[in-house]
């Protein structure tokens, strides 16, 4: 692994790490949360990618980094975002206020489309458990050379009564919390000029990396074309978006992708030679995670740190967080990392 010092995400206040600095963070990280002890599939979740987003969203800091995975492994543990299907969500997409594209854009990130005025349920906890599928859905899509997606927001029609702050908060703190460093850029396509004071609202509720990654976009703005231009090809962008595919969304074929996709989730979440965690296990992981305990400093700056929970396991690398060692903490305009 080089040893080029590289910087460790788009914020440019953030520190600089040499990859062996990286992966000893990472090493850390492992050790305090203890991943052999953890049930097969949160130990597959924490690969090193998957580790050193954590780290990224933290700057860095293996305590800080430790809280954020433990509490991520708990909701993980709880809510079991793997496990929805289609059909326990298909209710809520029927308006297609939330899909996945069927194109990427230039950079092989997988793209999902919103239409919050498509809104079709007034069930916070619904809206959220479909957006969770969206987000494993589209993470299951990314190709092995990446780790982020993008958001396409269209506002056509989007009106007072679709705003909710609620669910705003709520949207923001899954994204930031439980998918770390998982958005590359989201687009916000003809928003109203009442929306931006209404953005200014819940700015407070999105840390600076997240917030720079949201970019305003206007149809009639020649810089704002560049922007799309840039992104997509042209050809297969949604004309509502300015692209030239005059194709729109088809329920029907849309549940089809999505069966299919149900079908391939299991496997990206089954380690082949090793059996499933037992009921134990499972049941035992958030009292194991809640025995965590965090130093005032980052261990990894001070005294090597002790395993509390158990050995170090070895990288795995799943279909569904597949990046190669090489590639940690690397960092460009156009890279999955930014």
């Given at each position: 692994?080089?040893?080029?010092?590289k910087?460790?995400?788009?914020n440019?206040?953030e520190?600089?790490?040499?990859?062996?600095?990286?992966?000893?963070?990472?090493?850390?990280?492992?050790?305090?949360?203890?991943?052999?002890?953890?049930?097969?599939k949160l130990?597959?979740?924490?690969?090193?990618?998957?580790l050193?987003?954590?780290?990224r969203?933290r700057?860095?800091?293996?305590?800080?980094a430790?809280?954020?995975?433990?509490?991520?492994?708990?909701?993980?543990s709880?809510?079991?975002?793997?496990?929805i299907?289609w059909?326990?969500i298909?209710?809520?997409?029927?308006t297609?206020?939330?899909?996945?594209?069927n194109?990427?854009?230039k950079h092989?990130?997988?793209?999902?489309?919103?239409?919050?005025?498509?809104?079709?349920?007034?069930?916070?906890?619904?809206?959220?458990k479909?957006?969770?599928?969206?987000?494993?859905?589209?993470i299951?899509?990314?190709?092995?050379n990446?780790?982020?997606m993008?958001?396409?927001?269209?506002?056509?029609?989007f009106?007072?009564?679709?705003?909710?702050?609620?669910?705003?908060?709520?949207?923001?703190?899954?994204?930031?919390?439980?998918?770390?460093?998982?958005?590359?850029?989201?687009?916000?396509?003809n928003?109203?000029?009442?929306?931006e004071?209404?953005?200014?609202?819940?700015?407070?509720?999105?840390?600076?990396k997240?917030?720079?990654?949201?970019?305003?976009?206007y149809?009639?703005?020649?810089?704002?074309k560049?922007?799309?231009?840039?992104?997509?090809?042209?050809?297969?962008l949604e004309?509502a978006?300015?692209?030239?595919?005059?194709?729109?969304?088809?329920?029907?074929?849309?549940?089809?992708?999505m069966?299919?996709?149900?079908?391939?989730?299991?496997?990206?979440?089954?380690?082949?030679?090793?059996p499933?965690?037992?009921?134990?296990?499972?049941?035992?992981?958030?009292?194991?995670?809640?025995?965590?305990?965090l130093?005032?400093?980052?261990?990894?700056?001070?005294?090597?740190?002790?395993?509390?929970?158990?050995?170090?396991?070895?990288?795995?690398?799943t279909?569904?967080?597949?990046?190669?060692?090489?590639?940690?903490g690397?960092?460009?305009?156009?890279?999955v990392?930014?």
């Amino acid at each position: 692994m080089s040893s080029e010092s590289k910087k460790s995400s788009s914020n440019g206040n953030e520190k600089l790490l040499t990859s062996e600095e990286q992966q000893a963070k990472i090493n850390e990280l492992r050790r305090l949360i203890g991943t052999a002890a953890l049930p097969e599939k949160l130990s597959i979740y924490c690969s090193d990618a998957s580790l050193a987003r954590h780290l990224r969203a933290r700057n860095w800091n293996v305590k800080k980094a430790t809280k954020m995975l433990k509490d991520t492994l708990k909701w993980r543990s709880e809510n079991k975002p793997e496990e929805i299907r289609w059909e326990d969500i298909a209710h809520e997409a029927e308006t297609g206020k939330i899909y996945r594209s069927n194109y990427v854009d230039k950079h092989g990130r997988t793209v999902l489309v919103m239409r919050p005025s498509h809104q079709n349920s007034k069930s916070t906890k619904g809206q959220i458990k479909y957006l969770v599928y969206c987000m494993e859905n589209a993470i299951l899509n990314l190709p092995s050379n990446q780790e982020q997606m993008v958001w396409l927001i269209d506002f056509q029609g989007f009106n007072m009564s679709h705003i909710s702050v609620k669910v705003t908060k709520e949207t923001a703190h899954v994204l930031q919390d439980q998918y770390p460093e998982r958005l590359g850029v989201a687009i916000l396509y003809n928003p109203p000029k009442f929306f931006e004071p209404f953005f200014s609202v819940v700015k407070p509720f999105l840390e600076p990396k997240t917030y720079n990654k949201v970019k305003f976009v206007y149809s009639d703005d020649l810089n704002s074309k560049k922007i799309m231009e840039d992104l997509f090809d042209m050809d297969r962008l949604e004309s509502a978006f300015g692209g030239n595919d005059a194709n729109g969304f088809d329920i029907g074929k849309y549940a089809e992708r999505m069966r299919e996709d149900d079908k391939r989730m299991p496997l990206a979440w089954t380690r082949g030679s090793i059996p499933l965690a037992t009921q134990a296990a499972a049941i035992t992981v958030s009292a194991s995670l809640d025995s965590i305990t965090l130093s005032d400093s980052d261990p990894s700056d001070n005294e090597k740190a002790e395993d509390i929970m158990g050995g170090v396991e070895s990288e795995i690398v799943t279909p569904i967080d597949a990046v190669a060692s090489t590639n940690i903490g690397d960092n460009c305009s156009t890279s999955v990392h930014s």
